[in-house]
């Protein structure tokens, strides 16, 4: 059947499996996201959630199952072919570069599609960047490279946003900040898929929670259901 925008879901993620040499990370991992949902996947370390988004990615290739994006297998794709159907992965180590500023590193990455974000909108987005934009990667502090990590990606035009951990590490304002952010991107239409362990910054963001525990999805709750049932996810996450 062909994809139908109003009523299929964005991304279908079913039956994901994923190695890494002998060792299975993932074992056949099914959820799915809808337009302009903001979807977490929460568990703990090793738990599986960076390899779910390095799989989508293509990032992780020995993988089998089925990733489909706007009705299309994204299986079998190489990572150029995935970005340019307007997917874009933030990574954990956040992977800017160090030597050069920060506008240069908002602008080195390509136009992958059109209807990416104009400077202007960017800057009013991350104002700490406007201030710092002569800064180089290295000058700045944690919470400026991960606001610049997710700044560089929205310029391409890509709607679909892999966000791994944008909290970690930095300290609560810095938090609050990136989630006051994380929800502006939101109500500008972007589709996202995050990666995180705080559940307090999980739930200041989020539409719905993916469990994952030891490479498989154990549970899926609306941030409603996790806010009166709070017990039930800090469980998996042992805190
Ligand atoms: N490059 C790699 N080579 C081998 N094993 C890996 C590699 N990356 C991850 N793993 C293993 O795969 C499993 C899942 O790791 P993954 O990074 O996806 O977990 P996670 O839930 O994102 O946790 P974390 O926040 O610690 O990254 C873990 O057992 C981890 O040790």
């Known amino acids: 059947m062909p994809f139908d925008a109003r009523t299929d879901p964005l991304l279908k993620v079913e039956n994901l499996r994923a190695w890494y ?12 996201v809808a337009q302009g949902e903001l979807v977490t996947l929460i ?3 090793g738990a599986g959630k960076s390899t779910t988004l390095r799989s989508i990615m293509g990032i992780v290739r ?3 199952g089925s990733i489909l994006f706007e009705g299309q297998e994204l299986m079998g794709k190489r990572t150029y072919q995935i970005a340019r159907k307007g997917i874009a992965w933030c990574p954990e180590e956040r ?10 590193n908002l602008t080195l990455p390509p136009i ?3 209807g990416g974000m104009s400077d202007a909108t960017l800057l009013e987005t991350f104002p700490n960047l406007k201030a710092r934009a002569t800064s180089r990667g290295t000058q700045l502090s944690g919470g400026e490279q991960q606001m610049l990590a997710i700044a560089r990606i929205l310029r391409n035009g890509c709607r679909f946003l892999l966000l791994d951990e944008p909290s970690e590490g930095l300290a609560p304002v810095v938090v609050k900040e990136i ?5 502006l991107l939101k109500e500008q239409g972007y589709t996202i898929l995050l990666v995180e362990q705080n559940l307090n910054f999980a739930r200041s963001v989020a539409d719905r929670h993916v469990v994952i525990e030891n490479g498989a999805v154990v549970d899926t709750l609306t941030n409603d259901e996790l806010a009166v049932d709070l017990d039930r996810v800090k469980t998996y996450l042992g805190v």
């Open 21 to 32: 040499g002998d060792s299975q990370a993932l074992h056949d991992v099914s959820f799915d």
């Open 112 to 114: 992958l599609k059109p």
């Open 43 to 45: 568990g703990r370390n």
């Open 95 to 104: 992977g800017i570069f160090a030597d050069l500023s920060v506008r240069e």
């Open 179 to 183: 989630g006051r952010q994380i929800r």
């Open 62 to 64: 020995n993988r089998k």
